[in-house]
Every structure is written in structure tokens, then in C-alpha cells.
């Protein structure tokens, strides 16, 4: 009964997401209000059934009930409970679920958190909100139902891919689709601004706490997405410039590039137009993002669920959705108000150049993606776009964006002269020519790259704690004002200070990681030892082990440097018979300064196995960075003009510039 | 930010215009079958093989037993809770006479003969390949796959996981009837 009970609860919340569409629409068109809380309280039910549904769904896989075909093919009775309950999301039904469930979260926050807003703006949002659920709703209900029955009826299920049974991944799609979905609420707001041809800020104002918090949780995704690839995947590496990275990444700097011309429109009204087309586009991304996890039209080392008719469906929503919101773009963005002027030496000038540039590294990941299938079409070859590509565009356009990240904040509103600008950035100059005299000293001259990327990290840094610096006027008042004067920053700016410093801590790691980093290999019996990035590495011995649901070697490697003290590291391979299937489990020892990373592969014939090394100086800092600009996020949230006040004085100019002169 | 009027037309316009250029691209990509993206083998003979006995006194199953006929190659082992769901479907196909060939993987012959004893046995020779080495040959990534080998020998079509009644009746059936007539 529990499965039917799923499925009607999905038919409900669409045919409910049905009505949120028309009493928007029609209510906000006819100042009904009656229809416009109608529309509030349709948010409410929908999050109510598609949580209903999804808690079935978790009912499901918690008992192990095979009837199910969701179940059956990715359940197995020996799992433990956790593993049970994650593989609810680890497929491709369960995960589309969840992708509604958070669109729903998302509708009945705006509706229910939102009170403040216009009432016809917000019935319209709620609106385009429900009919990218009554798309999606439509998706599972026709094409990927999570609660099919399966007949006859099995023993046992199929089990749950190995590679994601791990704690890391309980967390990350569901954190990456918190930022990929929440992104639809841009999308929503932008759309309900196009239809109302409402060329002033309100729109950026209520939209902008929902972008950051979509912004918050996607930089928290791709982060635990990286970790994971880091030591789950057994290659060494952290982004290896996968479709699926990808898609998880153009949204991210989409959405970055948007939450920071949103500010701009919010303060100085100014990019009117642009910001509204960012918000179509972002999402736009996210559901390319899944159309391409989705159809397989891409071949990844993460696609699942590889099925044309799916990808047709998808496809279609995005043209719906996408293409509908351009040309609604195409057709109202012309009525819409220019905006203020300012001058290009300016923090407006600034965070134009933020965005052309990433809306540039944007489009060439977008190209590296999609350029094997446009070769496939055009050609019938078989290519694939590496590393090197993205070494040779995404790395030099990166180079400025980051240059541009560390002046804009010191740059004043409208109007800066160049020589105060050089006087404010000299401390954060010259911390990054120490960095690089210092690095460069260090290693005689011979990594000037991995210099010259360590001190853009210090130069970040440095930039991001100047302006800590020059709010609190340290040193022209006395320490104990400065202090004063610090805790009575906004929010706001200690935000932008995190999120800026962890950008500074990301280079930092992937510059260390990259240029420094060393690997090698051994093939090692029992107590024999080999030489590694000043260490010595011993295979102590190779255990095997059993647990529920896998099997297991267990290797003991000994890394001593000098005369020290020994580190014990313990990589793994695990064999789940249920799938028929390895993975692998490398041992890491993190430090501030680098990690010693062992993984181990086959056994030869011989009886030695093969046992890898990498020594990844600085690594950690690449998520610690990631956690970091997160965390500047969150604390950005807590500013009280983040949350819209009701109605600011605001942009008195507006009107004259929004009607259609000349 | 004063734009003149075209200008800002064409501003307009450009993003849903790219986007039209785009979405057909991604709409001629879908029809790339992805699922035969993978298998380099397609069109190639199969590899030679001769694999050792499943049931009790039998001879076993190898590359001659294919020739000259249209055949299914099913992948299967007695540990795959897959193959079980997609058991009752061979037997389906074997009743009514499609020629199903097994190859027994990563698996004790002892317990594929017991598996084929308790849940009936659809296939005509059944081989073992307990170390896997054939499904390496054939790129064999789980259990069950199933092979469509032509009357020449060459592997036609890969369907990974279960045949189901929708496969069969859309995919498979239709294929092993053109190779039969085709030759």
C-alpha cells in the first residue's frame, strides 16, 4: 500500500502545483486576494505531499520492500540501515524526488517567508514556481515513477553502487540540488519581474537572500563533490573536468556571477537588464546540469539513469522553461528601465568586470563540455576535452577575475580615482611581492608559476583583510574605536570578507596541490620499503577482512621522514559482492602544510601488490577554502538588509528612466 | 548605459536566439544512442573462446556452437540477484524457441549448476568462466548482459542488464529477426 500511497501523493501535489499556477497568475492579474493566498497555501500543500512522498519513499528502502522496483534494483537487505536510507536518493527516481521535494521547499519558503513582498509580485513568483514543479511532477509521474511495483516479486534486491556508499555522498546531492533547485527561485523572481515589467529593485531585493542561500549550499556540493572524487575515486586527484563536475560548476559561477550584480542592482540600480537575463540563465544551468546527468548525452563517469526518453523529457522542460523565459526576456526587457550610469573606475565597474569575466570562464566550460558531442554531430568522432584545455582558458581568465576580486571591494560607489585606489591596495601589493620573493627564494628560483599562484593567494588574502583594516580605520583611531568600529561592520562585509579570504585559501591549496604536487608507485611485498617525497614507505602487511556488506584487504603502510616518528596510514580495497564490484579506500594523512595520500592497487602474481603515493602540498585549503566562502555566505544572511526590509526609500529616478522614451 | 534602439533589440534577442541554435544541437545529441556508446565490440566477431561444463556430464559451450545461427549470449551467475529477476523471462524466450547460449561468470560451476537445478534452465550450452577472462574479452561490465551474435559470428547488440518484456519486444525480437532474414 505504502508505494500507491506515494504515487497518489505525487498526483496530488501536482495537480495542487496546477492550481498554484492559476491562482498566481489569475489572482495577481485581478488583484484577487483571496486567489493569491490561495496560491500561498497551494506552496504549502505541495511541500506537504512531495515530503509525504519522499518520507514513503525512505519507508520504502528502510524496509527493504522488493515489491518496489526502486528497491529492488538498488536496495539489498544486508545493507546497513544508513546506506538503506541514502540509496533512497542514489538513483535516479529517488534523486528527481528529492529534486521536487527542495523545489517545493523552496516555493513554500518564498510563500510563507516572503509576507513582506508585494502581493501580486510574490503571487506571480509562487506562479513560475509551481509550473517548474507541474514540469517536474510531470517528469516523475510519467517517465520515472520511484514507486513502480515490480512482479515477480525478489528474494533479494540488486544492491546499491558501492562508490556511493559513503557518508560523503549521503550529504552532497542533496546539498548540490539544494543550490542547483534553489536556484530556481532566481529564475521564478526574474520571470514575475518580466511579467510585470517591473523595472526596479524589488524583485532583487526579495530574490537575493533565496540566490545566496542556493549560492551557500552549491559551493557546499561542489566542495563535498571534490572531497569525495579526492578520496573515494582512488586517483589522486580533485576535479577532473567531468561533464558532471561541469554541470555542477557553471551553475556556481553563474550564481556568482549573480549574487554579485544582484548587489549591484540592489544598491545602485544599475545592470537592470543583465541581472534579470543572469537569473534565467542560472537556472538554466542547473537544469542542463541535470538534463545532462540525466540522458546520457554525455558519457561521464557519474551518469546514471541513461535513458533517451527521459532525456527528451528534460530536454523539453528546459526548452520550455529556458526558452520561455528568453523569449519573454527578448520580448519585455526592451520596456525595461536602463539603470543609473557610473563610471568604469568604480565599484560598479568593478563587478561588471566580475561578470563579464565569469560569464567568459563560463562559457569556456560550457564549450569544453559540449564540444564532443558538437564534434560528434558535425563528424561522428569520439573526443574528449582534457585538463590541458581548461589549463589554457580557465586558468588565464581566472588570473584577472582574481586580480579584480581584491581591488572591487576598495573601489567607492559610482566614482573612484585610480591614485586612491593604488594608495589602499599598497599593503595587499606588498604582501603578494613578499610571497613571491619568499616562494621564489625558497625553491632558487625554480617554481616561479607556483610563486607567482601563491602569491595571488596572499594577495587574496591580504586584499580580503584589508578591508577589515580600512573600515575599522586601523591606525588612524585607536585600537579600541577600531575594534568598535569592527563589530559594528554589517553582516554583510565580514561576509564578503570570508568569502573573498576563502577564494584566497582555495588558490592557495590548488596551487600547492597541483605544481608541487609528486607521485609514485611501487610494487611492494610485505615489510619492503621505497623512497617517497623524502620519506620512506613500508608496506607493513595486507590483512583481508570481512564487514556486512563488502569484503576487504587492508594494507598497513608505514611513512617515516628522517629519523621521526612513523605515520600509519591504512588504504583498502573493498569488493561488494552484491554488485560485483571494487572500490577504493585511500589512506590520507592531512596536514596544514600537505597530505600524504596511499592508495593500493592489484596484487601482482608474485604476491606483491601495487601500492601508489601522491604528496599533495597544501591540499586541505582547497576545501577548507570551499567550507570558508560557504561560511561567508551564511554569515552575509544574518545582515539585516539581506532580508529586505518592506519598503526602503529607494531609486527615486527610476520611473522616469523606466517608460519607453525616444 | 543608454543603448539606441536596435542595439537594444538586438540585445534583446540574442540569448533566446543562441539558446534556439543550442537546444537543437542538444535535441540531435539525444538521439545518439548512449547505450552504444560503451561497446567498442559491436560489429566485431566474437572472440574465440571454449569454456568448461556447468551441469554435471556436459560439454560445455564454445565459439563453434554459435556459428551459423542467430544467437543470445546471456551473462549470468548464480551470486546476481539481477539475473534472478530477469530469469523468468529466459525461460519465457526459451520455451518459445529463441536459442539462449550461457556463459556462467565469476562463478563456482557447482553453484550454477544448482541455480540452473532450482530455477530451470533456459539455455542450450552453458559454459563456466569462473575467472572471468571471457568477460573480459567481451567487456562484460555485470551481470546480466546479454549478446546478440549474428549467423557470421559478430556480436550485434549489447543489452546490459535484465531483458525485460519492453526490451525484448521493442529492441531484441525485432533485431534477431532482421539478422535472421538478412543473414
Known sequence: MTAEIGRFCLILAFIIALVQVFAGLVGARRGDARLMAVATSAAGGQLLFVGLAFALLIRLFAVSDFSVMVVAANSATIKPLFYKITAAWGNHEGSMLLWVLILAVFGAAVGYLGRTMPAAFRARVLAVQGLIGVGFLAFIIFTSSPFARLFPVPLEGAGFNPLLQDPGLAAHPPL????????????????????????????????????????????????????????????????????????????????????HSALVVERRFALVRWTILLGILTFSMSLLGTFVVRSGILTSVHAFAVDPARGSFILALLVLATGGGLTLYAIRSPVLGAGRVFSLVSREGSLV??????????????????????????????????????????????????????????????????????????????????????????????????????????????????????????????????????RALPAATHGLVLAHLGVGLLVAGLAGASIFKQEGVAQLGPGQSAPFAGREIRLVDVTPGREANYEFVRGRVEARRGGGEPILLTPERRFYPERQSDTTEASVRVTPLGNLYVALGDQATDGRWTVRFFSHPLAVWIWLGGAVMALGGMVSLFDRRTWAAPERQSTPDIQTAASPAE | MKL????????????????????????????????????????????????????????????????????????????????????????????????????????????????????????????????????????????????????????????????????????????????????
Open chain 1, 353 to 486: 568586470l566580475n561578470n563579464i569575466l565569469l560569464v567568459t570562464i563560463t562559457g569556456t566550460v560550457f564549450l569544453g563540455t559540449f564540444y564532443p558531442l558538437l564534434i560528434d554531430l558535425l563528424t561522428e568522432d569520439k573526443i574528449s576535452v582534457g585538463a590541458p584545455y581548461y589549463a589554457m582558458t580557465f586558468v588565464p581568465l581566472a588570473a584577472p577575475l582574481l586580480l579584480v576580486m581584491v581591488i572591487g571591494p576598495l573601489l567607492n560607489w559610482r566614482r573612484d580615482s585610480g591614485q586612491g585606489l593604488m594608495r589602499r591596495l599598497g599593503p595587499a601589493l606588498f604582501v603578494a611581492f613578499a610571497a613571491l620573493l619568499l616562494v621564489g627564494a625558497a625553491t632558487h628560483g625554480k617554481a616561479l608559476l607556483a610563486a607567482a599562484w601563491l602569491a595571488m593567494a596572499a594577495w587574496l588574502v591580504a586584499g580580503s583583510l584589508l578591508i577589515l583594516v580600512r573600515r575599522a580605520r586601523v591606525g588612524e583611531v585607536s585600537p579600541a574605536d577600531s575594534l568598535r568600529l569592527l
Open chain 2, 4 to 183: 539606441p534602439r536596435p542595439a537594444l533589440i538586438a540585445a534583446a534577442v540574442a540569448p533566446v536566439a543562441v539558446f534556439v541554435v543550442l537546444a537543437i544541437a542538444l535535441a540531435l545529441g539525444l538521439r545518439n544512442d548512449p547505450a552504444a556508446l560503451p561497446s567498442v565490440l559491436i560489429g566485431k566477431p566474437a572472440p574465440a573462446f571454449a569454456l568448461g561444463p556447468v551441469r554435471e556430464g556436459d560439454v560445455g559451450f564454445s565459439r563453434a556452437d554459435i556459428e551459423g545461427r542467430v544467437v543470445l549470449i546471456n551473462v549470468f551467475g548464480s551470486w546476481c540477484s539481477a539475473c534472478r529477476l530477469e530469469h523468468p523471462m529466459l525461460m519465457e524466450l526459451a520455451a518459445s524457441g529463441v536459442p539462449i547460449h550461457g556463459i556462467d561468470w565469476k562463478d563456482a560451476p557447482a553453484d550454477g549448476a544448482a541455480w540452473l537445478k532450482k530455477y530451470g534452465d533456459p539455455y542450450v550450452r552453458v559454459g563456466n568462466d569462473e575467472i572471468g577472462r571471457l568477460g573480459l574479452d567481451l567487456g562484460v561490465s555485470g551481470a546480466p548482459e546479454t549478446f546478440v551474435i549474428d549467423k557470421t559470428g559478430r556480436i550485434r547488440h549489447k543489452q546490459v542488464g535484465p531483458i525485460t518484456p519492453e526490451i525484448w519486444r521493442d529492441e531484441i525480437a525485432p533485431l534477431m529477426a532482421r539478422l535472421e532474414v538478412g543473414g
Open chain 1, 176 to 259: 548540490l540540488y539544494l543550490g542547483y533547485v534553489g536556484f530556481s527561485t532566481a529564475f521564478s523572481f526574474a520571470i514575475a519581474a518580466l511579467i510585470e515589467g517591473r523595472s526596479d529593485t524589488v524583485w532583487v531585493r526579495y530574490a537575493r537572500p533565496w540566490i545566496i542561500i542556493a549560492w551557500i549550499c552549491l559551493t557546499i556540493g561542489v566542495t563535498l563533490g571534490s572531497l569525495w572524487a579526492y578520496y573515494e575515486l582512488g586517483w589522486g586527484g580533485w576535479w577532473f573536468w567531468d561533464p558532471v563536475e561541469n554541470a555542477s560548476l557553471m551553475p556556481w559561477l553563474l550564481g556568482t556571477a549573480l549574487v
